[in-house]
Nanobody
Framework: QVRLVESGGGLAQPGGSLNLSCTAS????????MGWYRQPPGKERELVVL???????NYADSVKGRFTISRDNMKSTVYMQMGNLRPDDKADYYC?????????WGQGTRVTVSS
């Protein structure tokens, strides 16, 4: 069982930045695909970015060039730097870990983008 705890959400102005962190416990995350999903108000949860254990990364088109994921397997932590934030980035952001058929979610952290 993997437990994921996100941190770093909050309020940012349009054009601003926020950094999210996700710390895992319960297993070594090295073989896991790790990523972030988000759920905007009134909408379905959507993929933001996924980091595969072999090194490839998939970003949603909406965040390419603005968001960057990184992972420190030794610290069991995944990071996401969010830049040039837009109002439509407002959402609850969830950390996700998946290995074969086992998937785990964090409790979410809220990001609000407003002037």
């Amino acid at each position: 069982q993997v437990r994921l705890v996100e941190s770093g959400g909050g309020l940012a102005q349009p054009g601003g930045s926020l950094n999210l962190s996700c710390t895992a416990s319960g297993d070594d995350i090295t073989p896991y695909a790790m990523g972030w999903y988000r759920q905007p108000p009134g909408k379905e949860r959507e993929l933001v970015v996924l980091s595969w254990p072999a090194g490839s990364i998939n970003y949603a088109d909406s965040v390419k060039g603005r968001f960057t994921i990184s992972r420190d397997n030794m610290k069991s932590t995944v990071y996401m730097q969010m830049g040039n934030l837009r109002p439509d980035d407002k959402a609850d952001y969830y950390c996700h870990a998946v290995l074969v058929h086992n998937g785990y979610w964090g409790q979410g952290t809220r990001v609000t983008v407003s002037s």
